[in-house]
């Protein structure tokens, strides 16, 4: 169909037909090619040309022809035809030419598309599947596939089965998967990702057998399919417009809590979590966790099958798994508090399988509790419940909220703990080599034992004098001697330990075919740190040079493990600028020229969040809600933001280093909290005070002792001098 062409604004002179007549015979019928339209005089007003004003774009008025239609290649109505009187001129609208427009990949990442067929420069060199969403026109996508329509926009669908999905948009190309890649990735899902504790909430033979009867959930579907092709790197499949299109159905019917879409909902937060996308996948997990909450999954269900109680608790177990990638021990960020939960522990996985109930306690064991019915699965639960408890603790040591008489018997109470839940473990379970090979779980059998010993670290770590996560001076004062050097070497005893586990895991033949969750990569980073740190300590194991080696191990366990993991990469990157740093440190040893490294320049501080909030919460630079890079626009709600100069100009102490600032655990060399708090206000060194440095800044060996690493469980150290806050708050905080 010829679309009519319009004037551009009523005629100035009839030009042809009856003048009483509305509609011209040329209007009569079909639409005219072409339609009179005046020239303005040039004398009278600023000279338009007809194309430009039918864009409505701004005019050169150069004459002949002007510089848009030139560029554009359009025929301009100053270009006067041959026979046509001035001031009238025929001239076709302009074709409608659409913008540049960015791949499905780059649009969702929010990063620049230049828009290249058939694939993005930016995709290419992310080495990602790139894909342009379809136009109106074919309804097939910049690489021409048909694209497979999804259900109906108005929810209703036919032939509805419980787990399918209602109100499914159309699909975008290439998110429609074909049934033998969906069974094929879902073998992959259950022998890869399942062994890992957070991911094994799907119970294998009802999910497969619905894949082949093809009642799978398709929200359930895509998910599963996007985060087993991006963990197994399967850069042919189109996995990034999958978890897109699993996400918008989720958040399309956000209102209808539904138990497939939670599944699909926490495997859509790893996907994020995993590809960088982190500020996404915080305000996510609070959805998850206000679904769990609306279906009740924090309460047992006796009345269902064994199997469907047992999914619904691993399901809520893996949504507790995911606290400790943002709240770090920090009560506020939980999303599910301990004293909500009322569920037993995950049951061992023959049992499962078989669909078969078994009790197996609570997240904190009871006095009559049979050991032997608690699996790795709950017993690794069980410890990151205690390793939160250890951080809480640690933040209170160094807030100078535990007096320091109660911490000697708060440190026994936690190794009592620990050492219960070791002997726990079933025989087979107890760590050795051959138990590791002949483990069913061999990433699960690893990742247990390395966080049992990192809770050691945590806790002992108090009493390393030097280390950027130490007790405060006056607490290691306060403890016996031989108590502060039973602690330290204790520490790197476990730490040694760790290190230990990653050989032997690496040098496992069959650990190639695993994947490891990114605990243990923290595990790996922090026993690296110890070891090289402790090797300064009189009596240490490993000298600097063994020790380096070791943290060598550990820097080869997460790239080999974690090639692609943006949560991962922080800890990468600075483990091996701090062996780079500890290697210099050794030349300079070796050659007796040795002198401290000199400590990187003070960095401005942050404005982004609360003073009180960030000596509070302690994020530390590989937490993911600190990567997320919140900022608190507050300031914007009185009116406009101040000049940069002017906080500069108020706050001049906290900018520049001076002698009389505390150190980086907020006490002088030879001072206390309460003489620095009391000469003066609360200055925040641009060291330890809860924020982050420069983005450039890397890390070395001296700072270490200058509190500028942090720990990705503990947090960042620093000057906590908590003036005009209440006496008494709520110790868990």
Known sequence: MTEALRPLRPLQAQISGDSSNPRSPQQAGSAPALTPVSIPDPLTRRVICSQCRIRK???????????????????????????KSPGQYFVKLPERRRRMQACIPCHSKKTRCLGELPSCSSCVRRNRVCTYPRTRRNGTSAHGHDVVEGSRVDGK?????????????????????????????????????????????????????????????????????AITALQLQRTSLCHDLWIQQAEQSILQQIGRASIFHLQALLLVIRYKIESGEFPTA??????????????????ERPELSDVAQEVRRRLFWALYLLDDFFCVGLREF????????????????????????????????????????????????????????????????????????????????????????????????????????????????????????QCHCDLYRLGLDGYSEAAPSPVLAALHPRDRVAMQFKCLEHAESIIRIVSDFSNYEDA????LERDAAVCAFESARLVMFGSRIQGAVSTLDVAIN??????????????????????RKDLERLIASYSVRLALQTQETFTEPEQPPSTRLSTKVSQYASSRQRLSVQSLLLQSDFVDDSHEIAGPTPPADTYTHALPDLLQPSAQSPSPHGYGPSSDRTSA???????????????????????????????????????FTGTEDMSGRTPVLDHEF
Not at 61 to 83: K, M
Not at 373 to 389: D, E, F, H, I, P
């Open 57 to 83: 774009v701004r005019c050169d008025g150069r004459p002949d022809i002007c510089q848009n239609c030139d560029r554009l290649g359009f025929e301009c109505s100053f270009q006067q035809a041959p026979g």
């Open 157 to 225: 669908q036919a032939n509805t089965s419980p787990g399918q999905d209602i109100g499914m948009v159309g699909q975008a190309e290439g998110s429609a998967i074909d049934h033998e890649t969906t069974l094929s990735l879902l073998e992959d899902y259950f022998q890869h990702l399942y062994p890992l504790p957070s991911f094994a909430f799907f119970h294998k033979a009802t999910v497969i057998q619905r894949c082949k009867d093809q009642t799978m959930n398709e929200t359930l579907k895509l998910s599963i399919c």
């Open 282 to 299: 915080f305000m996510l997990a609070a959805l998850a966790a206000r679904t769990a909450l609306a279906l009740r999954l924090n309460y």
């Open 334 to 453: 939980e999303l599910c508090p301990e004293e909500t939960i009322h569920l037993q522990l995950p049951c061992d996985e023959d049992y499962f399988e078989m669909g078969r109930f078994v009790h197996t306690g609570l997240l904190r064991p009871g006095p009559s509790e049979v050991l032997t019915t608690v699996g790795l699965r709950g017993v690794y639960l069980r410890l990151t419940s205690v390793r939160r408890a250890v951080m809480r603790f640690n933040r209170r040591v160094g807030l100078g909220e535990e007096l320091s008489s109660t911490i000697g018997g708060s440190i026994r109470h936690f190794e009592e703990e620990l050492r219960s839940l070791q002997v726990s473990l079933r025989p087979a379970d107890q760590y050795s080599v051959s138990n590791m090979q002949s483990s069913k779980w061999p990433a699960q059998f690893v990742m247990l034992h390395m966080s049992w010993h």
């Open 512 to 515: 190639r075919e695993c994947l």
């Open 550 to 571: 070791k943290a060598k191990l550990s820097l080869g366990l997460i790239t080999r493990f974690f090639p692609h993991s943006a949560s991962t990469q922080p800890l």
């Open 677 to 715: 708090a009391a000469s003066k206000p609360q200055q925040w060194s641009p060291a330890g005070n809860g924020q982050l440095p420069s983005p450039g800044l890397s890390l070395d060996a001296g700072q270490e002792d200058a509190g500028l690493i942090f720990n990705p469980w503990m947090g």
